[in-house]
């Protein structure tokens, strides 16, 4: 009984979907009445703004190079200021050319001067003869529209940012758009909802400074009236405590992992200072094999969809100019620059402050601050060192092996489910030079070494195809989380190239493709994954992880002779016994 309830409303769901979408579609055919024809477009991007509108058509349009094809004529290139015309054009809905435009506008020109555009063109259409009504409603209604996916999709990254230019769209909404379009108002208000969400979803739940986040029991809340603080770098993403305790709170908060750490004796010519895993490494408190596959990978799934929900598409374009780039997958050790590594980092406001412009950005102006990127690499890395940490402190190869089986059955496990990342980052910890040296890698299951080989293929599948996570229809109702650097490389190679023609105007297709690209992430956060959380196993996971997350994987390893091969001296004297018997022989 309950299976087939789960069905209707599985089924229902999909009903709902095929709606919304249908009405979707159906707001888009009508809104696309109000598109201008091609050969106004000159006419409406030269006028000038403090002149009544009189649009006439032109067969040529020096600001923009269309190409023939068996639909019409598509755009292929243009001046920002063609550009910026082809926003009211008829087909630009259908096309998706307002929302790649607002993706990558930013290669060519800054969020105030499309906003100058805009409102001259509106203000322009205010006055204009009896035989232009008609084209007046249209750029009047196109203008709303415009806004309209301006504020939805971008408000985070163009008027969150710039206090300024939101108190003009305000005042040119309530002073310019309603009194012509009571449309106005609607726009209004989405303003003040993402206002809303700012001021109220803007940092995390931490506590006070009497109490850290290490002595506060996991299940315990924050009183209501304690006043939120911010989030700064991985570390507040992984929900660790700050560094800089006093000795007596270390002494008090040393539970977990750092019961199972031994400090080295200085007398052995060690570091005092040094944790270092004794030969025991108890897990009592906390053990994977006691939690099951399917659970770790929902958890840890939903830890990624935390961190990864804080990231705007934009944030994926022009990672090469903060030096995210292919040494990201080839150094481990591999950290952020000089400049960013010493800001601190806030997972809900770092955008909003204006980065310095680095050397050889591919933006008119960066104002896009690149850390929640580079927090999501971080993350990715302190997960890859923590697994490839708790393989190398396992006592016996009976327990590496198992541990090897539980991290590459939650890898496939993460993988069925659409979490590539975290799937990638368990790959990137087994692959690690130390890890794959163990001797139980020989032990490991027929089995689990055929899910290891399937894994290293689907990895290698990612890396080689941009478009596999939206291919086909079986992505649309599923939840994704995508590999964060490999979706970054695959940014990056399009963005190779000079973005001009020889003439100076703007490759339009190249730009498109780009917006394409990174509008998977809008598509991908459409949907998330709703598995119950289980905040206490998550609290002891990134506990784990923290405890783990300076220790060094080679002085790690040397405390364990389950990491070294065994045997090597009598197999050479089996050998050496061979050569003798040869030589007798001979």
């Known amino acids: 009984m309950v299976s087939k309830v789960g069905k209707q409303i599985a089924e229902m769901n999909k009903k709902i979907d095929f709606l919304e979408s249908a009405k979707r579609h159906l707001e888009m055919l009508y809104a696309e009445q109000w598109g201008l024809d091609h050969s106004l477009l000159y006419s409406f991007s030269s006028c000038a703004s403090t002149e009544p509108m009189q649009l006439e058509p032109s067969e040529e349009n020096p600001l923009l190079i269309f190409q023939p094809s068996r639909d019409g004529n598509v755009l292929q290139a243009g001046t920002p200021l063609g550009l910026f015309s082809y926003l009211f054009a008829r087909q630009a809905l259908l096309e998706g050319y307002l929302h790649h435009f607002f993706y990558t506008y930013r290669y060519f020109a800054t969020a105030k001067e ?27 209604c ?10 939805e999709g971008f408000y985070d990254m163009d008027f969150k940012t710039d206090s300024e230019m939101t108190q ?43 109490v850290t986040e290490e002595e506060r029991p996991v299940n315990q809340q924050e009183p209501e009236k304690e006043p939120a603080k911010k989030m700064h770098s991985f570390r507040a993403a992984l929900g660790l405590p700050k560094r800089g305790l006093s000795a007596s709170k270390k002494e008090r908060s040393k539970v977990g992992v750092i019961s ?52 705007h598409a934009v944030h994926f374009m022009n990672s090469r100019a903060y030096g995210v780039g292919v040494e990201s997958t080839t150094n481990p050790m ?57 393989i190398l402190c396992c006592s016996s190869v009976k327990t590496q092996v198992a541990l090897l089986s539980k991290f590459i059955h ?18 990137e910890g087994l ?98 994954f709703r598995y119950e959380a289980d905040s206490e196993l998550q609290a002891l996971i990134r506990q784990r992880i923290m405890e783990f ?23 050479r004297k089996f050998h050496d016994a061979l050569k003798r018997v040869r030589a007798s022989l001979q």
């Open 334 to 390: 591999f950290r952020r620059t000089t400049a960013i590594s010493q800001s601190k980092l806030d997972l809900d406001q770092t955008d909003q402050v204006d980065a310095p412009n680095p050397s050889g950005t591919l933006f008119v102006e960066s104002l896009y601050n690149s850390d929640l990127i580079v927090t999501l690499l971080d993350y990715a890395r302190t997960m890859s060192h923590w697994v490839s940490c708790e």
């Open 168 to 210: 003009q769209l305000v005042h040119f909404i309530k002073y310019k758009v309603i009194p012509v379009d009571p449309q106005g108002e609607c726009l209004l208000q989405l303003i003040e909802r993402h206002q809303h969400r700012e001021e109220t979803a803007n940092g995390v739940v931490m506590y006070d400074n009497a």
């Open 431 to 528: 692959d690690n030079v130390l890890v794959k040296q163990v001797p139980a890698w020989r032990n490991l299951p027929s089995k689990v070494n055929s899910i290891m080989q399937e894994l290293i293929a689907a990895k290698m599948f990612l890396k080689s195809d941009s478009q596999c996570l939206v291919e086909g229809e079986s992505h649309r109702d599923k939840p994704t989380l995508p590999c964060t650097l490999l979706f970054l490389m695959h940014v990056q190679q399009l963005e190779i190239g000079s973005f001009t023609l020889a003439n100076g105007m703007f490759k339009w297709t190249k730009m498109k493709t780009i917006g394409k690209l990174i509008d998977q992430i809008r598509v991908f956060k459409e949907r998330q």
């Open 410 to 427: 939650i890898a496939k496990t993460c993988y069925d489910l659409r979490n590539y990342d975290t799937c990638v980052q368990i790959m």
């Open 142 to 151: 196109r203008a709303i529209d415009i806004i309209q996916v301006w504020i």
């Open 549 to 571: 997350q300076e220790q060094d994987l080679h002085m790690l390893a040397s405390q364990q002779l389950s990491n070294f091969h065994h045997g090597e001296k009598s197999s």
């Open 260 to 311: 199972c750490l031994s400090s080295k004796d200085s007398s052995k010519g060690q570091t005092s200072g040094v944790y270092l895993p004794s030969q025991s490494m108890e897990k009592d408190w906390f053990s994977l094999s006691e939690h099951l596959t399917a659970t770790l990978a929902y958890q840890l799934t939903l830890m990624q969809q935390d961190v990864f929900s804080k990231v």
């Open 114 to 140: 499309i906003f100058k555009f805009i409102t001259e063109r509106f203000n322009s259409a205010l006055s204009v003869s009896v035989e232009q009504q008609e084209n007046r409603m249209k750029v009047h």
